[in-house]
């Protein structure tokens, strides 16, 4: 019988486990439940898929991602590991085929979804059959707290009561508490071993830089760190989006829109390109989400503010599931403050409602001004520590300097006082910097002392200033008057000369431009790197599967390093088991080949 270790290494092609996958998988194998709380790319499939095979009987998975389902049977038959899946998507010949196999103990693991699971027939089946765990993928969908809630996963108590003596494993990526109590006592997981990883995706690289033509900036992170890159660009608004995929196209990238208001048929197809094709770029709304688990997406870029540090945490996760450096980028500035602000105040809901929504704002626009590490920050948004700045994020990258912004925030607060708090940003700069426009006129603030008073800071500083007032509280944004700023009560003791504040310098320089592609090694060749992606596209469209379900990205690179030329040294790449290296590893050595021999004539 192999063990654990030996189907890591020679089906999977995995050198070590990652803890705590051992440890899980040990539990499982012994009989015992679990419940796995991992981050995105940590590892959790392996948790159950070992287990499954090393016992004797099924794996039967339960996941909510029936789109999913067939590229992960797809990526387990690759390594020839006997898998299938039952949902509505089979017809009825190929159903009872998958039924067949599963009860004469032929299936490895078998994938299906929770609204199948329920059916009586499909019950009476799983008693009949050799069940060797349960996995229940997605657990948080079992939460009405969690914001993915599936009813039918409701349901799923009804394993621990049918099947007391298979065990269970239930998985999730999402952290907090009350979702993962509710999946305990739903899923009846009191006596399982908790496996509780943290929640960092050490990664992802976070920048956050200040919009200043944020299309141009945009354009230009592509084209210097992405040029030929898979990643999703998220904007507010459906009709950004289509501008933006169709100006991205006009620059060349191959990128395509996804919103809510698409054609149903056109949004399947543009997701099913966006995980078949390599390099495609997708620019949606959040519409775009829930069951995106293409590994190597290798950015996300927001060209607005999300409403939540949540919604941030949840879309700039969806970059770098293979576990390679990725970048979450954004910009953003005073107006998308404003609007913000504006959209919390105008929402529906009662006032309890909004507090929490203008208290989640908040937390999001303390995270664009944080001037420390924004990992910190953004872990102990969810409860974590990390003790030391991450060194992967734009603030550890580039400190930020700051400033004593005292003086210029009492200007500032003054000046909106003064002139009634019904002017807008642009007017109060003008007052402050001593401009004689038709405004200022009409309405004589030109006679303010204020007036000109600011001349001594530019434009873009004090909007700068505007913003920051505005993120931390001090400043609200009229609903009746567009964008007239009020005072809020937090302004006193600054006002008084009690208090001082802090501000961050903003630079005008890109967002904390890094000179290194996160991508790739600068040591890889870029020529034999684009040969064996386009070999591997060759063997997909074959195949009719996603390129990755040939081999990661992390498996090409080290091809690029490494350049094996037989099959004993092919053998030795991260995802070769002895089922790739037989299918691919030929094809795979005679391109190296090709590429040396061209390089050295
Ligand atoms: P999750 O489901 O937690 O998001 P996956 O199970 O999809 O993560 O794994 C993420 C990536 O890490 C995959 O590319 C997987 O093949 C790889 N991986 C998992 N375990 C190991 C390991 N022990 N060694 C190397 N790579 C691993
Ligand atoms: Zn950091």
Not at 131 to 158: K, N, T
Not at 230 to 249: F, H, P, V
Not at 381 to 398: A, H, K, M, S, V
């Amino acid at each position: 019988m192999p063990t654990a270790t030996d189907i890591l290494r020679t089906t999977f092609g995995y050198r070590a486990f990652r803890p705590p996958q051992d440890r899980i998988i040990e539990t499982l194998v012994s009989g015992g439940n679990a419940l796995v709380l991992m981050p995105t790319g940590g590892g959790k499939s392996l948790c159950y898929q070992i287990p499954a095979i090393v016992r004797d009987g099924c794996g039967i998975v339960i996941s909510p991602l029936i789109a999913l389902m067939q590229d992960q049977v797809n990526a387990l038959r690759q390594q020839d590991v006997a898998a299938a899946y039952l949902n509505s998507t089979l017809d009825q010949q190929t159903a009872q085929q998958v039924e067949q196999d599963l009860l004469a103990g032929r299936l490895d693991l078998l994938y299906v979804a929770p609204e199948r699971l329920k059916q009586p027939r499909t019950l009476a089946l799983l008693q009949q059959a050799p069940v060797a765990l349960f996995a229940i993928d997605e657990a948080h969908c079992v939460s009405q707290w969690g914001h993915d809630f599936r009813a039918d996963y409701l349901q799923l108590s009804l394993l621990h009561e049918q099947f007391p003596h298979i065990p269970r494993i239930a998985l999730t990526a999402t952290a907090d508490e009350r979702t993962r109590e509710e999946i305990i006592t739903r899923l009846a997981l009191g006596d399982a071993q908790h496996f509780i990883a943290g929640f960092d995706r050490p990664n992802i690289r976070y920048r956050i830089g200040l919009k200043n033509n944020a299309r141009q900036q945009l354009l230009r992170f592509m084209k210097e760190e992405h040029p030929t890159d898979a990643g999703i660009i998220y904007c507010m608004s459906r009709k950004k989006t289509d501008e933006t995929a169709a100006w991205l196209q006009s620059h060349g990238f191959n990128a395509l829109p996804y919103h809510a208001g698409l054609d149903s048929n056109l949004r399947a197809e543009h997701q099913s390109r966006f995980l078949r094709e390599e390099g495609l770029v997708m620019v949606a709304t959040i519409a775009f989400g829930m069951g995106i688990d293409k590994p190597n997406v290798r950015f996300v870029a927001h060209l607005d503010m999300p409403k939540t540090v949540e919604a941030y945490y949840q879309e700039t996760g969806r970059a770098g599931r293979d576990g390679e450096p990725a970048n979450a980028w954004m910009v953003y500035g005073l107006q998308d403050v404003i609007k913000l602000r504006q959209m919390t105040a105008s929402s529906e809901g009662n006032d309890a409602f909004k507090r929490a929504e203008q208290h989640r704002l908040n937390a999001m626009l303390g995270l664009c001004e944080v001037t420390s590490c924004r990992r910190q920050s953004l872990l102990s948004y969810f409860g974590e520590n990390l003790p030391d700045p991450c060194g992967n994020c734009d603030t550890c990258l580039q400190p930020v300097a700051t400033w004593d912004g005292t003086d210029a925030a009492r200007k500032a607060l003054s000046v909106a006082y003064r002139t009634g708090q019904r002017f807008g940003v642009n007017h109060l700069i003008d007052v402050l910097r001593g401009a004689n426009t038709d405004k200022i006129h009409q309405f004589d603030h030109q006679l303010l002392p204020l007036h000109g008073l600011g001349i001594d800071i530019d434009n873009n500083q004090w909007r700068s200033v505007f913003r920051q007032l505005v993120a931390r509280g001090y400043l609200s944004v009229d609903l009746e008057r567009f964008g007239a700023l009020r005072l809020e009560d937090k302004c006193r003791p600054l006002l008084k000369g009690n208090e001082a504040i802090n501000l961050r310098r903003d630079t005008t320089t890109e967002v904390a431009k890094q000179t290194t592609r996160t991508a790739l090694p600068d040591t890889i060749d870029i020529a034999l790197w684009e040969a064996l992606r386009e070999h591997r596209r060759e063997l997909a469209e074959q195949q009719d599967v996603p390129p990755y379900v040939i081999f990661h990205d992390r498996t090409l690179q080290e091809m690029c390093q490494s350049l094996p030329t037989n099959p004993q040294q092919f053998g030795q790449l991260t995802g070769v088991g002895e089922r790739k290296l037989q299918k691919y590893g030929g094809s795979f050595i005679a391109v190296i080949n090709g590429h040396l021999q061209a390089t050295i004539t």
